[in-house]
C-alpha cells in the first residue's frame, strides 16, 4: 500500500503528523462542553394560555378549542392535544421526529396571531420540552425567620448576582412570603354609603399619580415642574378621601383598612422540615453544566459570607445539582475506559511476550482517543454519557487494527526480513482487509440516522465518537505502527528467500486444529448444530420482556401527592408535613425537599401548580443506587399509604422520555360518563400485576360556585350579565388598583371586601350588587347561587375529549405488561361511543423498534455492500455475515444470564455487534484468498489460514471483550444505559469469534467451489 510506503520512507512526517493530533486533540479536549446527555429536541411544542379564576369549561370553550382550530392545519403536526384545567390551558403539539421546531414555532405564533381570545386571557406562550431546558440547580435559602425578607432579598440582591454569571441564563425565585398592600372594605358599610368597588379602585390609581407639568421659565431661568403625589406611606392611603355624603367626607379608614400584608401563597417549599425561598437556576443553551454550577456554588459561598452578622442572613443549601451526577457518571464513564485500556494492554503483553510490541500497539489507544477529541470538537458534540460511552465502547476497538498489522509484520520479520521490508510487506498484505474491516464496523452507524423518537437523538453521539476512534485507530494501524515497526532498520536490506511462517505456534493450537479437522469432516453436522444453537437462541429472545430505555438511578427520587381538589394550600402543607415526618427517620436518606402546590411536570415544560399538589424529593446517602434504591422506595411507598385523603406517585427525576411508562387513554364526550368509565378502567387495571401509583385524570372533582344570573331581574335593576359578573370578581377576587413605589421595587395594591365577607357561601349571596341608579340589590335576588362539582380537568386529543389512566411499573418489563392491559381492555365491555387504547412508553418503544429494526437490516445491508468490494465477490460475504445472527446466540445467553430486558440500549449492542463481529472472518477469509491465490487447494488454505490467523484473531477479540469488561461489570452512576450495551457485545463477539474459528471454515468449504481463486 502506498500509505505504507510513505510512512515507512517519511517517519519524521508522520511523527509530527500524529504529534499535530495528539495537540489538537488536547487543546479540543478542555473546549468541549460537560453535559449529561447529548442535545436533545422533543419535537413537542406547548401552548400555554392563563385565564385568572377560569373554571376548566370555561378554558375550554374560550381558550382551548380556538387555539386547537387555529394550530392543527401548521405543517407536519401529528397529533394535537389540550388540557384544560383552572385557570390554565396546554395545547400541546407533537410534530414528526424530523422536524425544524425552530421554524415550527414561528409558524405556530402567526397562527395564534389570528385566535380570537377573551381580552382578560394572558397572551398565550410557547414552552418546548427540552431536558436541557430544566434548571440545573435548585437551592434552598434559609437563615432567618423572616421569609418576606428573605424573599426581597433573593429577588432584589441574589438573583442579579447569580444571573450575571457567565452561563447563567436565567434564575427564578419562588416560595416564601411576597409582600402586598392589602386594601379591604367592610361590605355593609360600602352598602350603606353606596359606594362601589369601582369609584374606590379608581379613587386609588386617581390618587397614586405623578405626573409632568411643562416647564416654567423665571426670567432666564427654565424648570420643569412635576406634580409628586404618590403614596409614600400606607398610612397615607388610609387617609384618601373615597366619597363625599351629606357634605362630609369618607375616608378610606372609615369604611376599611389598608395594611401592609402578603400576596395569597402558591407555593410554599421547605427542606428537611424548615420553610425556605427557592432559586432555580437555568443555564445557557452553549453552556458547560458543570462549570456554571462551581461558579454558581462559589458566587453563594461569597454571597453567604456578606450576609453573616446581618438582621437577615442568608444560607443557602444546594438540593437539586444536575453538575454532580454529570460528573460522577462522567468519571465513572473514564474509569471503566482507563480499565478497559489497561486490561487490553496487558492481554497483548501476555500474547506477544515483547515489550516493544506491547508499547508501539498500545499508542493506538491514547493517540487515538486524543484524535477523537479533536473530531468531536469539531462536529460540536459534548462530552455526556453517550459519547463517552462510545469512546468507552471503542477503547477494546482501537488496538484491534494495530494488533492485526502488527501481527502479519511479526510474521515476515521472523521469516528472516529486515525489519522495514517487514513491515512494508506485512502492514500491506493486510491493509486492505484492515481497511475493509474497518468500514463494516462504521458504516453500521450510519443507519442511526434513521432512527426516529429519543433512541435516535440519544445514540447519534455515541455513534460518532465510536466512528471517529476507530477513524482514528486505522490511521494509527496503516501509518503509525509501520513506520515504528520499521525503526533501527537499515534502508537496504536482505529479501527473504522463504516464505513467512507464523512464529512458533502455541499450544492452543493443536487442539483448535484437532476439533477443526473433525469439523471439516462433517461439516452438515456442524452446521445442523449451529442452527439448532440459532433456534434456541430466538427462542430465549422471544421470552425476554422490552422497555423503552433502562430507567436510571440518580440516588434521588420524587414523590408527587394530590390531595382531594378544592383543598386549600395551608390544608395540603399540614398533610405533607405528617408525609415528612414519616421520611424523617428512614435509614439511607440524607435530605428531603418539599414543594407545597408544585407537581412534576405534565410533559409540557412546566411545572404545574395548584393547591392540592405537591411534591418532595428525596435524596439518597453516597452509594445508595440501583437495588438499594428501589428498596428505598418500596419501604417509603409502604409506609405513606397511612396518610388519609393523599394520593401519592413515586417516580425517578425524568431524563429522557416525559411520558409516564403506562398511559391507558379513554376517549368519550361525555365528561360525567367519561369519569365513571375512567374509574371502572382503572379498577380492572389494579388487578394486572407489576402496575402501581395508578392515578387517572377524571378523578375527584373541582369544587365550583356557580352563579346563575337572572337575565329579567338584571334588566329590571338595569344591569347586564357582565356588569354584574364583574362586580362579582372584583370584590371576591379583588383588582390591583395601582402600585406602590418602594426604593426600585413597586408593591401591589389590591382591592377587595374583608375575608369575613367573602369566607362562605352565605357571605357571598349576601354580596351588594350597585346599581346605576343608585342603590345596591343583593347578589340572591337577581341569581341563583349554588355549590357544584366540575371536572379538575378536560382533556382532549383532537376533537375528543379523554381521560388519562398513569401508572408506575414496578418488577415487570413494559412489553408484557402492555400485552396484560391490552387483554384487560378487549374483555371489558365499553359503551359504544367509547374507546380505550395504550399510550405513554409503550408508543416510543414502537416507534424506537420499528426504525432499531430497520436499522440492524440496514446495517447488515451496509457490511455486505463493503465486503463485496474487498472481496470481489458476491458469494463470499454471505459466508461472512452467517456470524451475525449467530452472534445472538451469545447475546441470548448473556442476556439470560444476566436478568437484562431487551430495550432501545440493547439494540444498539446488537448494531454495533453486527459490524464487529465480521471483522475476524474477514482477516481469515482474506488470507485464506492469498493463500490459494498462491496455489494452495482449498482444504489445506483453509486449514493453513486458521493456523496462521488464530492468535490474531484471539488476541482481537480478548482486547475488545477486556476493553468492554469494565463497563459490564460498572455499578455507579448511569451504569444503566452502559451495562446492557457492553453484556450484549461482549455476549455476541465472544460466540460469533467460536463460530469464526470454526463454522467460517465449514461454510467456506461447503459454499465456495474448488476452482475459485
Given at each position: 500500500?502506498?500509505?505504507?510506503?510513505?510512512?515507512?520512507?517519511?517517519p519524521?512526517?508522520?511523527?509530527?503528523?500524529?504529534v499535530?493530533?495528539?495537540v489538537?486533540?488536547?487543546?479540543?479536549?478542555?473546549?468541549?462542553?460537560l453535559?449529561?446527555?447529548p442535545?436533545?429536541?422533543?419535537?413537542?411544542?406547548?401552548?400555554?394560555?392563563?385565564?385568572?379564576?377560569?373554571?376548566?369549561?370555561?378554558?375550554?370553550?374560550?381558550?382551548?378549542?380556538?387555539?386547537?382550530?387555529?394550530v392543527?392545519?401548521?405543517?407536519?403536526?401529528?397529533?394535537v392535544?389540550?388540557?384544560?384545567?383552572?385557570?390554565?390551558s396546554?395545547?400541546?403539539l407533537?410534530?414528526?421526529?424530523?422536524?425544524?421546531?425552530?421554524?415550527?414555532?414561528?409558524?405556530?405564533?402567526?397562527?395564534?396571531?389570528?385566535?380570537?381570545?377573551?381580552?382578560?386571557?394572558?397572551?398565550?406562550?410557547?414552552?418546548?420540552?427540552?431536558?436541557?431546558?430544566?434548571?440545573?440547580?435548585?437551592?434552598?435559602?434559609?437563615?432567618?425567620?423572616?421569609?418576606?425578607?428573605i424573599?426581597y432579598?433573593?429577588?432584589?440582591?441574589?438573583?442579579?448576582?447569580?444571573?450575571?454569571?457567565?452561563?447563567?441564563a436565567?434564575?427564578?425565585?419562588t416560595?416564601?412570603?411576597?409582600?402586598?398592600?392589602?386594601?379591604?372594605?367592610?361590605?355593609?358599610?360600602?352598602?350603606?354609603?353606596?359606594?362601589?368597588?369601582?369609584?374606590?379602585?379608581?379613587r386609588?390609581?386617581?390618587?397614586?399619580?405623578?405626573?409632568?407639568g411643562?416647564?416654567?421659565?423665571?426670567?432666564?431661568?427654565?424648570?420643569?415642574?412635576?406634580t409628586?403625589?404618590?403614596?409614600?406611606?400606607?398610612?397615607?392611603?388610609?387617609?384618601?378621601?373615597?366619597?363625599?355624603?351629606?357634605?362630609?367626607?369618607?375616608?378610606?379608614?372609615?369604611?376599611g383598612?389598608?395594611?401592609?400584608?402578603?400576596?395569597?401563597?402558591?407555593?410554599?417549599?421547605?427542606?428537611?422540615?424548615e420553610?425556605?425561598?427557592?432559586?432555580?437556576?437555568?443555564?445557557?443553551?452553549?453552556?458547560?453544566?458543570v462549570?456554571?454550577?462551581?461558579?454558581?456554588?462559589?458566587?453563594?459561598?461569597?454571597?453567604?459570607?456578606?450576609?453573616?452578622?446581618?438582621?437577615?442572613p442568608?444560607?443557602?443549601?444546594?438540593?437539586?445539582?444536575?453538575?454532580?451526577?454529570?460528573?460522577r457518571?462522567i468519571?465513572?464513564?473514564?474509569?471503566t475506559?482507563?480499565?478497559?485500556?489497561?486490561?487490553?494492554?496487558?492481554?497483548?503483553?501476555?500474547?506477544?511476550?515483547?515489550?516493544?510490541?506491547?508499547l508501539?500497539?498500545?499508542?493506538?489507544?491514547?493517540?487515538?482517543?486524543?484524535?477523537?477529541?479533536?473530531?468531536?470538537?469539531?462536529?460540536?458534540?459534548?462530552?455526556?454519557?453517550?459519547?463517552?460511552?462510545?469512546?468507552?465502547?471503542?477503547?477494546?476497538?482501537?488496538?484491534?487494527?494495530?494488533?492485526?498489522?502488527?501481527?502479519?509484520?511479526?510474521?515476515?520479520?521472523?521469516?528472516?526480513?529486515?525489519?522495514?521490508?517487514?513491515a512494508?510487506?506485512?502492514?500491506?498484505?493486510?491493509?486492505h482487509?484492515?481497511?475493509?474491516?474497518?468500514?463494516?464496523?462504521?458504516?453500521?452507524?450510519?443507519?442511526?440516522?434513521?432512527?426516529?423518537g429519543?433512541?435516535?437523538?440519544l445514540f447519534?453521539?455515541?455513534?460518532?465518537?465510536?466512528?471517529?476512534?476507530?477513524?482514528?485507530?486505522?490511521?494509527?494501524?496503516?501509518?503509525?505502527?509501520?513506520?515504528?515497526?520499521?525503526?533501527?532498520g537499515?534502508?537496504?536490506?536482505?529479501?527473504?528467500?522463504?516464505?513467512?511462517?507464523?512464529p512458533?505456534?502455541s499450544?492452543l493450537?493443536?487442539?483448535?486444529?484437532?476439533?477443526?479437522?473433525?469439523?471439516?469432516?462433517?461439516?452438515?453436522?456442524?452446521v445442523?448444530?449451529?442452527?439448532?444453537?440459532?433456534?434456541?437462541?430466538?427462542?430465549l429472545?422471544?421470552?425476554?420482556?422490552?422497555?423503552?430505555?433502562?430507567?436510571?438511578?440518580?440516588?434521588?427520587?420524587?414523590?408527587?401527592?394530590?390531595?382531594p381538589p378544592?383543598?386549600?394550600?395551608?390544608?395540603?402543607?399540614?398533610?405533607?408535613?405528617?408525609?415528612?415526618?414519616?421520611?424523617?427517620?428512614?435509614?439511607?436518606?440524607?435530605?428531603?425537599?418539599?414543594?407545597?402546590g408544585?407537581?412534576?411536570?405534565?410533559?409540557?415544560?412546566?411545572?404545574?401548580?395548584?393547591?392540592?399538589?405537591?411534591?418532595?424529593?428525596?435524596?439518597?446517602?453516597?452509594g445508595?443506587?440501583?437495588?438499594?434504591?428501589?428498596?428505598?422506595?418500596?419501604?417509603?411507598?409502604?409506609?405513606?399509604?397511612?396518610?388519609?385523603?393523599?394520593?401519592?406517585?413515586?417516580?425517578r427525576?425524568?431524563?429522557?422520555?416525559?411520558?409516564?411508562?403506562?398511559?391507558?387513554?379513554?376517549?368519550?364526550?361525555?365528561l360525567?360518563?367519561?369519569?365513571?368509565?375512567?374509574?371502572?378502567?382503572?379498577?380492572?387495571?389494579?388487578?394486572?400485576?407489576?402496575?402501581?401509583?395508578?392515578?387517572?385524570?377524571?378523578?375527584?372533582?373541582?369544587?365550583?360556585?356557580h352563579?346563575r344570573?337572572?337575565?329579567?331581574?338584571?334588566?329590571?335593576?338595569?344591569?347586564?350579565?357582565?356588569?354584574?359578573?364583574?362586580?362579582?370578581?372584583?370584590?371576591?377576587?379583588?383588582?390591583?388598583?395601582?402600585?406602590f413605589?418602594e426604593?426600585?421595587?413597586?408593591?401591589?395594591?389590591?382591592?377587595?371586601?374583608?375575608?369575613?365577607?367573602?369566607?362562605?357561601?352565605?357571605?357571598?349571596?349576601?354580596?351588594?350588587l350597585?346599581?346605576?341608579?343608585?342603590?345596591?340589590?343583593?347578589?340572591?335576588?337577581?341569581?341563583?347561587?349554588?355549590?357544584?362539582?366540575?371536572p379538575?380537568?378536560?382533556?382532549?386529543?383532537?376533537?375528543q375529549?379523554?381521560?388519562?389512566?398513569?401508572?408506575?411499573?414496578?418488577?415487570?418489563d413494559?412489553?408484557?405488561?402492555?400485552?396484560?392491559?391490552?387483554?384487560?381492555?378487549?374483555?371489558?365491555?365499553?359503551?359504544?361511543?367509547?374507546?380505550?387504547?395504550?399510550?405513554?412508553?409503550?408508543?416510543?418503544?414502537?416507534?424506537?423498534?420499528?426504525?432499531?429494526?430497520?436499522?440492524?437490516?440496514?446495517?447488515v445491508?451496509?457490511v455486505?455492500?463493503?465486503?463485496?468490494?474487498?472481496?470481489?465477490s458476491?458469494?463470499?460475504?454471505?459466508i461472512?455475515?452467517f456470524?451475525?445472527?449467530?452472534?445472538?446466540?451469545?447475546?441470548?445467553?448473556?442476556?439470560?444470564?444476566?436478568?437484562?430486558?431487551?430495550?432501545v440500549?440493547?439494540?444498539?449492542?446488537?448494531?454495533?455487534?453486527?459490524?464487529i463481529?465480521?471483522?475476524?472472518?474477514?482477516?481469515?477469509?482474506?488470507?485464506?484468498?492469498?493463500?490459494?491465490?498462491?496455489?494452495?487447494?482449498?482444504?489445506?488454505?483453509?486449514?493453513?489460514?486458521?493456523?496462521?490467523?488464530?492468535?490474531t484473531?484471539?488476541?482481537?477479540?480478548?482486547?475488545?471483550?477486556?476493553?468492554?469488561?469494565?463497563?459490564?461489570?460498572?455499578?455507579?452512576?448511569?451504569?444503566?444505559?452502559?451495562?446492557p450495551?457492553?453484556?450484549?457485545?461482549?455476549?455476541?463477539?465472544?460466540?460469533?469469534?467460536?463460530?469464526?474459528?470454526?463454522?467460517?471454515?465449514?461454510?467456506?468449504?461447503?459454499i465456495?467451489?474448488?476452482?475459485?481463486?
Open positions: 500500500m502506498r500509505v505504507v510506503q510513505f510512512s515507512i520512507r517519511r519524521v512526517t508522520v511523527t509530527m503528523f500524529f499535530a493530533i495528539a489538537f486533540g488536547f487543546v479540543s479536549y478542555d473546549q468541549l462542553a453535559n449529561l446527555l442535545e436533545i429536541s422533543y419535537p413537542t411544542l406547548t401552548i400555554r394560555t392563563r385565564y385568572e379564576a377560569a373554571a376548566p369549561a370555561e378554558i375550554e370553550s374560550l381558550i382551548s378549542k380556538p387555539v386547537e382550530n387555529a392543527s392545519v401548521v405543517n407536519n403536526v401529528v397529533r392535544s389540550s388540557v384544560s384545567k383552572p385557570e390554565v396546554d395545547v400541546i407533537e410534530f414528526s421526529w424530523n422536524t425544524q421546531m425552530d421554524f415550527a414555532s414561528l409558524d405556530v405564533r402567526e397562527k395564534l396571531d389570528l385566535v380570537q381570545l377573551p381580552l382578560d386571557a394572558d397572551k398565550p406562550i410557547l414552552l418546548r420540552y427540552d431536558p436541557s431546558t430544566d434548571p440545573i440547580m435548585r437551592v434552598s435559602v434559609t437563615g432567618s425567620p423572616r421569609l418576606a425578607a424573599r432579598q433573593c429577588e432584589e440582591f441574589v438573583r442579579p448576582e447569580v444571573e450575571s454569571i457567565a452561563g447563567v436565567a434564575v427564578r425565585v416560595g416564601g412570603l411576597e409582600e402586598e398592600i392589602q386594601v379591604e372594605f367592610d361590605e355593609q358599610r360600602l352598602e350603606v354609603l353606596d359606594i362601589s368597588i369601582q369609584e374606590l379602585t379608581s386609588l390609581s386617581d390618587e397614586n399619580i405623578n405626573l409632568t411643562g416647564t416654567l421659565r423665571d426670567g432666564e431661568a427654565k424648570y420643569l415642574v412635576r409628586l403625589n404618590e403614596f409614600q406611606t400606607v398610612e397615607e392611603i388610609n387617609e384618601i378621601v373615597v366619597a363625599l355624603r351629606n357634605g362630609a367626607p369618607v375616608r378610606l379608614k372609615d369604611i383598612r389598608a395594611y401592609m400584608g402578603y400576596k395569597e401563597r402558591e407555593i410554599v417549599t421547605r427542606l428537611n422540615g420553610e425556605s425561598v427557592e432559586i432555580a437556576v437555568f443555564k445557557a443553551a452553549d453552556a458547560n453544566t462549570s456554571v454550577a462551581q461558579l454558581v456554588r462559589s458566587q453563594l459561598e461569597t454571597l453567604e459570607k456578606d450576609y453573616e452578622g446581618k438582621r437577615d442568608l444560607k443557602f443549601e444546594v438540593v437539586l445539582d444536575q453538575s454532580r451526577f454529570i460528573k457518571s468519571d465513572e464513564v473514564l474509569q475506559a482507563i480499565i478497559g485500556g489497561i486490561l487490553a494492554t496487558i492481554v497483548l503483553f501476555l500474547f506477544l511476550r515483547s515489550l516493544k510490541s506491547t508501539i500497539i498500545a499508542l493506538s489507544i491514547p493517540i487515538s482517543v486524543v484524535a477523537t477529541f479533536f473530531l468531536m470538537y469539531l462536529s460540536s458534540v459534548s462530552l455526556n454519557i453517550m459519547s463517552l460511552s462510545g469512546l468507552a465502547l471503542g477503547v477494546g476497538m482501537l488496538v484491534d487494527n494495530s494488533i492485526v498489522v502488527l501481527e502479519s509484520i511479526y510474521r515476515y520479520h521472523k521469516a528472516g526480513l529486515g525489519v522495514r521490508e517487514a512494508d510487506k506485512g502492514a500491506s498484505e493486510v491493509g482487509a484492515v481497511v475493509a474491516s474497518t468500514m463494516t464496523t462504521i458504516c453500521v452507524f450510519a443507519p442511526i440516522v434513521f432512527v426516529e429519543i433512541a435516535g437523538q447519534a453521539d455515541q455513534a460518532l465518537t465510536v466512528t471517529f476512534s476507530l477513524g482514528a485507530s486505522l490511521l494509527v494501524a496503516i501509518m503509525l505502527i509501520p513506520m515504528l515497526s520499521s525503526l533501527g537499515k534502508k537496504k536490506e536482505k529479501v527473504a528467500t522463504q516464505k513467512p511462517q507464523a512458533t505456534r499450544k493450537v493443536l487442539p483448535y486444529m484437532f476439533l477443526l479437522k473433525i469439523a471439516l469432516k462433517a461439516r452438515l453436522v456442524a445442523g448444530l449451529a442452527l439448532l444453537c440459532f433456534a434456541g437462541a430466538m427462542w429472545l422471544s421470552g425476554l420482556g422490552s422497555e423503552l430505555i433502562p430507567e436510571i438511578s440518580q440516588g434521588e427520587f420524587l414523590v408527587d401527592y394530590e390531595l378544592g383543598t386549600p394550600l395551608e390544608e395540603t402543607s399540614v398533610r405533607l408535613e405528617e408525609v415528612e415526618e414519616i421520611i424523617d427517620p428512614l435509614e439511607g436518606i440524607s435530605s428531603y425537599y418539599t414543594i407545597v408544585s407537581g412534576n411536570q405534565t410533559g409540557v415544560s412546566a411545572v404545574e401548580e395548584r393547591e392540592h399538589i405537591g411534591q418532595t424529593l428525596v435524596r439518597l446517602e453516597p445508595v443506587l440501583h437495588q438499594a434504591e428501589a428498596l428505598v422506595i418500596e419501604d417509603l411507598r409502604g409506609r405513606v399509604l397511612g396518610v388519609p385523603a393523599v394520593k401519592f406517585k413515586f417516580s427525576p425524568t431524563l429522557f422520555s416525559f411520558k409516564t411508562p403506562i398511559e391507558v387513554v379513554l376517549q368519550g364526550y361525555n360525567n360518563a367519561l369519569k365513571l368509565q375512567a374509574d371502572r378502567v382503572k379498577s380492572e387495571l389494579e388487578e394486572v400485576d407489576g402496575l402501581r401509583d395508578l392515578k387517572a385524570s377524571t378523578e375527584g372533582g373541582n369544587p365550583e360556585v352563579v344570573f337572572d337575565r329579567r331581574k338584571l334588566a329590571v335593576y338595569g344591569l347586564n350579565v357582565s356588569q354584574a359578573a364583574n362586580l362579582v370578581r372584583n370584590k371576591v377576587q379583588g383588582d390591583i388598583a395601582t402600585e413605589n426604593g426600585d421595587r413597586k408593591i401591589d395594591i389590591r382591592v377587595r371586601v374583608r375575608e369575613q365577607d367573602r369566607r362562605s357561601l352565605e357571605n357571598l349571596r349576601n354580596l351588594a350597585n346599581l346605576p341608579s343608585g342603590g345596591s340589590v343583593h347578589l340572591s335576588t337577581v341569581a341563583e347561587v349554588s355549590l357544584e362539582e366540575g379538575v380537568e378536560i382533556r382532549r386529543i383532537g376533537p375529549r379523554d381521560a388519562v389512566i398513569s401508572a408506575n411499573l414496578v418488577g415487570r413494559l412489553q408484557s405488561v402492555v400485552s396484560d392491559i391490552r387483554n384487560t381492555l378487549r374483555s371489558l365491555q365499553l359503551p359504544s361511543d367509547f374507546s380505550a387504547y395504550v399510550s405513554g412508553q409503550s408508543e416510543e418503544r414502537e416507534v424506537a423498534f420499528e426504525s432499531m429494526q430497520f436499522a440492524i437490516l440496514l446495517a445491508f451496509l455486505y455492500l463493503v465486503m463485496a468490494s474487498q472481496f470481489e458476491l458469494v463470499q460475504p454471505f461472512i455475515m456470524t451475525i445472527p449467530f452472534g445472538l446466540i451469545g447475546v441470548a445467553a448473556t442476556l439470560v444470564l444476566t436478568q437484562q430486558i431487551i430495550n440500549v440493547v439494540l444498539i449492542g446488537v448494531v454495533v455487534l453486527s459490524g463481529v465480521v471483522n475476524n472472518s474477514i482477516v481469515l477469509i482474506d488470507y485464506t484468498n492469498q493463500l490459494r491465490h498462491q496455489g494452495m487447494s482449498k482444504f489445506e488454505a483453509v486449514q493453513e489460514a486458521c493456523a496462521v490467523r488464530i492468535r484473531i484471539l488476541m482481537t477479540t480478548a482486547t475488545t471483550v477486556l476493553g468492554l469488561l469494565p463497563m459490564a461489570l460498572s455499578w455507579g452512576e448511569g451504569a444503566e444505559l452502559r451495562v450495551l457492553a453484556i450484549t457485545v461482549i455476549g455476541g463477539l465472544f460466540v460469533a469469534t467460536l463460530l469464526t474459528l470454526v463454522l467460517i471454515p465449514v461454510l467456506y468449504t461447503l465456495v467451489r474448488e476452482k475459485t481463486a
